[in-house]
């Protein structure tokens, strides 16, 4: 595909259940984020995967949330025990040599998830 | 703590007019300013983006006028058309922390045919 793709596309999960998100960045790009859109909000940062490095976490509310990317490409977003303030619009990106110079975050069409 | 102020929150425009959104941010470590529109449904797509060495940037009906010193910069769209009708949201970003980044809290345009 020539774009970051996500899914679902919607989600509707009962409170206090986990659910997962996954994100297919662009092929070969070896920056991946997370961002959550909450109603009428801007978007928040969550999460960033750098290639093989670490991780940057500083934005995960909770540790109800984590998240991973395996072989630097697929990444999934988890939320446990969901609660009724997790419903947003989780939105992937992905870049290319982000800590190199400046460069475009391409982002998906978002997860829209809802939590009763 | 917000760091990026993002006004108006709306905005209606006539077409043919000019809209002009405002940012202003706190961080000085910032180095990249892009503004991204969103479509409903769509997830954000980069529209024009400035760097801190130039004080404005033009493509096509889209400028970017960048105050370093007051630590502020502003999108206005000439012409406005219908399709302009978006949510519109400027972004703060530092390269050497991977650039992530901080958003404004974003802009719905309305442009009235």
């Known amino acids: 595909g020539a774009g970051v793709s996500q899914s679902p596309s919607n989600k509707v999960t009962e409170k206090g259940k986990d659910v997962e998100l996954r994100c297919d960045p662009i092929s070969g790009h070896t920056a991946l984020y997370w961002y959550r859109q909450s109603l009428g909000q801007g978007l928040e940062f969550l999460i960033y995967f750098q290639g093989n490095s670490a991780p940057d976490k500083s934005g995960l509310p909770s540790d109800r949330f984590s998240a991973e990317r395996t072989g630097g490409s697929v990444s999934t977003l988890t939320i446990q025990r969901t609660q009724q303030e997790d419903s947003a619009v989780y939105l992937c990106?992905?870049?290319?040599?982000?800590?190199?110079?400046?460069?475009?975050?391409?982002f998906g069409p978002g997860t829209r998830l809802t939590v009763l | 703590q917000q760091q990026v102020k993002q006004s108006p929150q709306s905005l209606i425009v006539q077409k043919g007019g000019i809209s002009i959104i405002n940012c202003a941010y706190e961080n000085t470590a910032f180095d990249y300013f892009p503004w991204y529109q969103q479509f409903p449904g769509k997830g954000p797509a980069l529209l024009i983006a400035?760097?801190?060495?130039?004080s404005e940037k033009k493509e096509g009906r889209f400028t970017i006028s960048f105050n370093k010193s007051a630590k502020q910069f502003s999108l206005h769209i000439m012409d406005s058309q219908p399709g302009d009708s978006a949510t519109y949201f400027c972004a703060c970003e530092q390269v050497t922390s991977g650039s992530r980044l901080t958003f404004g809290e974003g802009t719905q345009l309305t442009v009235n045919p």
């Open positions: 990106a992905s870049s290319s040599s982000p800590t190199v110079t400046y460069n475009e975050q391409f």
């Open positions: 400035i760097r801190p060495d130039v």
